[in-house]
């Protein structure tokens, strides 16, 4: 079946990067896209960005975008998240999830989640 | 950015009752082209990632019990569960893909009364 396995819980210092994979299985990896949403304690989910696993192409939120960079390795049907210049307000979940329309549309399934916790 | 509106926050229904969930966008999420409203619903239990329940505002993921159903247009919509579940009990996320720039619900916790 389709999945997506996350790497472990992270603990940061501020100031700090952090680089979260998801790696995929049960369907052809470069077909669909890889978004990434993030839940801080008591937020709601906030969209960071997304991947073409096939050519590669990335969009980031304006949020995020100087801190943010997506990759993704093919061969290893692998997608990579890396969050620069940690700070506390970066404590959260962060989920990967596959786009099935394949059109930027809606996220299933969604990776079981990486807690990341800044702290010094 | 659409910002997406759930009401209630949280609620508590009986077992076997109907539990009504309310999402309201910013701007219309009505797709004139194609007539199909780019809006989700997911479901996330305690401690599990967020489930795919209905897209294009009505239509059933994979494997969701009809007791699950969506409705609504424009900037208005409902998701509604029939006959509510002790498995029911969850946050519930609207989401909207019209923009580029998705955006998600602030989430409805559904209990048992």
């Known amino acids: 079946q389709v999945q997506l396995v996350q790497s472990g819980a992270e603990v940061k210092k501020p100031g700090a990067s952090v680089k979260i994979s998801c790696r995929a299985s049960?369907?052809?990896?470069?077909?669909?896209?890889i978004q990434w949403v993030r839940q801080a304690p008591g937020q709601r989910l906030e969209w960071m960005g997304w991947?073409?696993?096939?050519?590669?192409?990335?969009a980031y939120s304006q949020k995020l975008q100087d801190r943010l960079t997506i990759t993704r390795d093919t061969a290893a049907s692998t997608a990579y998240m890396e969050l620069s210049s940690l700070r506390s307000e970066d404590t959260a979940l962060y989920y990967c999830?596959?786009?099935?329309?394949?059109?930027?549309?809606?996220?299933?399934?969604w990776g079981q989640g990486t807690l990341v916790t800044v702290s010094s | 950015d659409i910002v997406m509106t759930q009401s209630p926050d949280s609620l508590a229904v009986s077992l076997g009752e109907r539990a009504t969930i309310n999402c309201k966008s910013s701007?219309?999420?009505?797709?004139?082209?194609?007539?199909?409203?780019?809006l989700a619903w997911y479901q996330q239990k305690p401690g599990q990632p967020p489930k795919l329940l209905i897209y294009?505002?009505?239509t059933r993921a994979s494997g969701v019990p009809d007791r699950f159903s969506g409705s609504g247009s424009g900037t208005d919509f409902t998701l509604t569960i029939s006959n509510l579940q002790a498995d029911d009990v969850a946050v519930y996320h609207c989401?909207?893909?019209?923009?580029?720039?998705?955006?998600f619900g602030q989430g409805t916790k559904v209990e048992i009364k």
């Open positions: 999830a596959r786009d099935p329309s394949g059109n930027l549309k809606w996220f299933d399934p």
């Open positions: 049960g369907y052809t990896f470069t077909a669909y896209p």
């Open positions: 991947i073409s696993a096939g050519n590669g192409d990335t």
């Open positions: 701007q219309s999420v009505l797709y004139s082209s194609n007539n199909k409203n780019f």
């Open positions: 294009w505002a009505s």
């Open positions: 989401q909207e893909y019209f923009s580029s720039v998705w955006t």
